[in-house]
């Protein structure tokens, strides 16, 4: 099946600081990726939206400016938490839609572990 | 999107056959019964779709209800390492739009020896 990566797998950052997290589709272009994330014990909850090329499309109660999100190309969109606060810290998961071996499915991606000092 | 309702929590033995219900009672016609898993500490896993025929892979078969208000997911021999939260959703697959995969609180199983 297709494979997604997102690097780094964790990340611990002081409070005020920025942080990135890419995410790859390897073996097929993304024409749609979605940035989730995941609380303790909690479901994923979609956090925004992007097509390559445009601007992304963030769910109610999630600050664009917070989280900034480019989508430059058709196998590559990063998330930027901006002066990230200890209740950023969660599990970020990107997903990425295309076309991959005759499919037009949704792929998850490993996961970004993200903690806040 | 249809809302979905799925039971809290699951145990089965292993090597027997896990039978994970769903219930979408609002379904609308073009809309897919999607099923991923997420093992812990790990991004969601697709496992099967379906529209209204039953489907099988390797992986398991997707039992839908004529009436496709409810389905149930079956691994037919349940190992240890099936032992996840699996997410039963309902999303339509109109072409040109970003339909959105949503989840809910999803169906904790536990395989055990």
């Known amino acids: 099946g297709a494979v997604v990566s997102q690097h780094p797998s964790r990340v611990i950052c002081k409070s005020g600081t920025s942080v990135k997290i890419e995410c790859r589709s390897l073996?097929?272009?993304?024409?749609?990726m979605f940035w989730y994330r995941q609380f303790p014990k909690q479901s994923l909850m979609l956090m925004a939206t992007?097509?390559?090329?445009?601007?992304?499309?963030?769910e109610q109660g999630v600050e664009k400016d917070k989280f900034l999100i480019n989508h430059a190309s058709l196998t590559l969109s990063t998330l930027t938490v901006t002066s990230a606060h200890p209740e950023d810290s969660s599990f970020y998961i990107c997903?990425?839609?295309?076309?991959?071996?005759?499919?037009?499915?949704?792929?998850f991606g490993p996961g970004t572990r993200l903690t806040v000092t | 999107d249809a809302k979905t309702t799925q039971p809290t929590s699951m145990d089965c033995a292993e090597g027997r056959a896990a039978n994970l219900p769903c219930n979408h009672s609002?379904?609308?016609?073009?809309?897919?019964v999607y099923w991923y898993r997420q093992i812990h500490s790990q991004g969601p896993q697709y496992i099967i779709h379906?529209?209204?025929n039953n489907e099988t892979n390797e992986m398991a078969s997707l039992i839908i209800t004529e009436d496709r208000k409810s389905s149930t997911l079956i691994l037919p021999h349940a190992t240890l390492r099936d032992t996840a939260v699996y997410y039963c959703?309902?999303?339509?697959?109109?072409?040109?739009?970003?339909?959105?995969?949503?989840f809910g609180t999803g169906t904790r199983l536990q395989v055990t020896l």
């Open positions: 609002t379904i609308s016609g073009n809309e897919y």
């Open positions: 379906g529209l209204k």
């Open positions: 997903s990425a839609r295309g076309a991959s071996g005759g499919s037009y499915e949704q792929y």
């Open positions: 959703i309902v999303r339509g697959r109109r072409a040109g739009t970003a339909s959105k995969l949503t």
């Open positions: 992007s097509n390559e090329g445009s601007k992304a499309t963030y």
């Open positions: 073996d097929f272009q993304a024409t749609t």
